[in-house]
């Protein structure tokens, strides 16, 4: 899953917080410059990433998007599936979707100083642009989709994933709701919380 997703799973915990967001920006031999806590934030990261990419339901979306997207269906099921959740987000969460966004981008810029380089100028956009807030809007998905297009060396069609999801958004929209409370479950055994 993407951005929101990851942090909405982090247990409320700042450290797991900055784990979750780093996981895809260090490797693991640089793992040792981070507290345990962070260190356990990323291998979160790395449990829920494997866990979603084995999940049949998820993989029945991934199939859905393979013929447009190829090998990039799985990374856009993730991007997808963040618009899906801030649309359930009060199915969720107790706490509003705003509310949310602005505690994690304060626990971001608190922690900037420990974030990879290449994170901290993401970091600082992310805010800047209220990027979590955008997930949920037709704009803010179109914009990240649009990144990642630009960012990918093969034909992708990221930005096709639009129409994908406004073609079949009933079917996404199920399919997520069948397998994130599974992926809730999953997480809270693992951490505990």
């Not at 084995?54 to 993730?78: C, E, F, M, N």
């Amino acid at each position: 899953m993407n951005f929101l997703a990851h942090l909405f799973l982090s247990c409320e915990s700042e450290e797991l917080v900055i784990g979750n967001m780093i996981a895809d920006f260090i490797r693991n031999k640089d793992l040792g410059d981070y507290s345990p806590d962070i260190q356990k934030g990323v291998f979160l990261h790395r449990q829920i990433d494997s866990f979603t990419d084995q999940h049949p339901v998820v993989l029945q979306g991934v199939h859905r998007l393979q013929k447009r997207h190829r090998k990039y269906a799985p990374v856009v099921i993730d991007i997808l599936y963040d618009y899906v959740l801030s649309q359930n987000w009060d199915r969720y969460s107790g706490r509003s979707l705003e509310e949310f966004t602005q505690w994690i981008y304060q626990i971001l810029e608190k922690h900037l100083s420990v974030l990879p380089e290449p994170l901290r100028h993401r970091i600082k956009g992310m805010i800047q642009g209220n990027w979590l807030m955008g997930y949920g809007t037709k704009n803010g998905l179109l914009y990240t989709l649009e990144r990642m297009d630009e960012r990918t060396r093969f034909p992708s069609n990221f930005v096709g994933a639009w129409e994908d999801l406004h073609l079949h958004y009933e079917d996404f929209d199920r399919e997520f709701n069948a397998f994130f409370p599974d992926v809730v479950a999953f997480v809270q055994e693992q951490c505990r919380c």
